[in-house]
């Protein structure tokens, strides 16, 4: 299975997006690895995930929250509660 999901910052309500096969380990990284984007956020917590069984989709659906406003902003209504909007 392959994951595409969307983190919140605890730090300032920053929200990250990302892709994974490992939903667990992929959410240990954030919070633990220096990264040089979500180190200087974290922690992290896991507020959205869609799962896929293909690859090129979850990859595919990924791409397009991060380079599609409309796409991202219809997610972000769906969701504002858990975001904390």
């Known amino acids: ?9 605890k730090k300032d309500k920053g929200i990250y997006i990302g892709f994974t096969n490992n939903i667990k380990r992929r959410l240990l990284e954030h919070n633990t690895k220096k990264d040089q984007w979500t180190s200087r956020k974290k922690p992290w917590e896991l507020v959205y995930c869609e ?11 990924e791409e397009s929250l ?4 409309r796409a991202l902003a219809q997610l972000k209504r769906r969701i504002s509660r858990s975001l904390g909007n």
């Open 51 to 61: 799962i896929y069984k293909s690859s090129e989709d979850a990859k595919e659906r």
């Open 66 to 69: 991060k380079l599609h406003a």
């Open 1 to 9: 299975m392959h994951f595409v999901y969307i983190l919140s910052s």
